[in-house]
């Protein structure tokens, strides 16, 4: 079983899809805590107060028949590699396998995010990821739309997609690739369909990275 630890309930309908398409039988569980992400806004980045929160999150969500944590957040994900460490089940983040593939393929990687937390750290994801990969020299340029999250917080999600799409329009005009700093972002790649470049979002990637290291043998029928 895969626990998914989201801080928003829009990621529950995304992962649900992506187990029917890969992982039909496979059970998962979403844990949710809009909480931890809220007070990382207000706050401006993570504090002491939001890391022990979402280390005792990821520690509750170890139940019986957990294979697996993966963490959707974001501006999470460097506390849920950190946990990883001593934890007694694999525990990893969303967006590391989408960060590896896009510093091998890309030169000129825009990193494009709706709220400023999640943008620093997907950042630091691509420049890790970056150095691992011996990509020193790929030019990795954040994009801020801070403009969408509004409507984000609003529930108007067709609003938050479509202007998001506005900010990928002028990212692209500099860059080969473009990776989404949240998930929640990926449904504005169907409002820009006339942008030629890869436009990557970590759902997918991340998902079956998850199905790799629980050794499932994902159907793709």
């Given at each position: 079983m895969i626990v998914f630890l989201h801080t928003s309930p829009v990621h529950i309908a995304t992962f649900d899809a992506l187990r029917?398409?890969?992982?039909p039988?496979?059970?998962?569980?979403?844990?949710?805590?809009?909480?931890?992400?809220?007070?990382?806004?207000?706050?401006g980045c993570v504090t002491?107060?939001?890391e022990a929160a979402a280390n005792a999150a990821l520690t509750n969500a170890m139940t019986e028949g957990a294979e697996i944590i993966v963490c959707t957040c974001s501006t999470l994900g460097a506390l849920a590699e950190a946990f990883d460490a001593d934890a007694p089940i694999p525990v990893m983040r969303i967006d590391r396998p989408m960060a590896d593939n896009a510093v091998m393929l890309g030169n000129h990687i825009a990193v494009c995010g709706a709220i400023s937390t999640a943008l620093v750290s997907t950042m630091d994801?691509?420049?890790s990821s970056a150095r691992d990969m011996d990509r020193a020299n790929v030019t990795i340029i954040d994009h801020l739309f801070a403009s969408s999250w509004t409507y984000f917080q609003h529930g108007d999600i067709e609003a938050y997609?479509?202007?998001?799409?506005?900010?990928?329009?002028?990212?692209?005009?500099?860059?080969?690739?473009?990776?989404l700093a949240q998930?929640?972002?990926?449904?504005?790649?169907?409002?820009?369909?006339?942008?030629?470049?890869?436009?990557?979002?970590?759902?997918?990637?991340?998902?079956?990275?998850?199905?790799?290291?629980?050794?499932?043998?994902?159907?793709?029928?």
């Open positions: 029917d398409r890969f992982a039988d496979l059970g998962i569980r979403h844990v949710v805590r809009e909480d931890l992400l809220e007070r990382a806004v207000t706050q002491a107060e939001i994801l691509m420049h997609h479509r202007e998001v799409a506005r900010g990928l329009r002028g990212a692209a005009l500099t860059a080969d690739l473009i990776v998930a929640s972002m990926h449904g504005a790649v169907a409002y820009c369909p006339e942008i030629s470049i890869p436009i990557w979002s970590s759902p997918e990637t991340g998902f079956r990275a998850a199905l790799a290291l629980i050794d499932y043998e994902e159907k793709t029928a």
